[in-house]
């Protein structure tokens, strides 16, 4: 009987051990970083600037909605007569937007208005920019989280 006594203690601080080193483990794990939220950056080849901002308040799920992207030189100069190829969608869920958005309209400035984008459900998705112009093709990715 003490024998037996004396297995299941042992058992007992055993699993107590191994609980207080997973927990150890897991609470001192580092977390996996989010996707970079910023709003403004390099194209990948750094031949532009480029912000996104939302033309009319955050975007919401289901809804259609415009951005405005500005587009400048290294040097900060605005940047005319863009092209862009516009495109996007949810990397974890490997499939792309629900619409087809587009440039329609330069605003002056360097500034171009994008519209029919739609986030059909909440969770991370990406814009995509293509952008052509006199210094050259290139291209950025924007994060977003809805």
Avoid at 10 to 24: E, N, P, Q, T
Avoid at 36 to 63: F, H, M, N, V
Avoid at 113 to 121: A, D, N
Avoid at 136 to 144: R, T, V, Y
Wanted: no cysteine; net charge positive.
């Amino acid at each position: 009987m003490a024998s037996t006594l004396r297995l299941i203690v042992g058992a007992v601080g055993l699993v107590a051990l191994a609980i207080g080193f997973l927990a150890a483990v897991y609470l001192t794990a580092p977390v996996a970083p989010g996707p970079d939220l910023a709003r403004s950056k390099s194209t990948s080849k750094g031949l532009y600037s480029l912000s996104i901002a939302p033309e009319a308040g955050e975007p919401q799920q289901g809804q259609m909605h415009a951005w405005v992207i500005t587009v400048k030189t290294r040097q900060g100069a605005p940047v005319e007569d863009v092209r862009f190829a516009v495109g996007g969608g949810m990397p974890k869920h490997s499939h792309g937007l629900p619409t087809n958005p587009e440039a329609t309209a330069y605003l002056g400035e360097g500034r171009y208005r994008i519209e029919g984008v739609k986030f059909s459900m909440p969770g991370w998705w990406q814009l995509k920019f293509g952008i052509t112009a006199a210094a050259g093709a290139d291209e950025a990715i924007f994060n977003l989280v809805l």
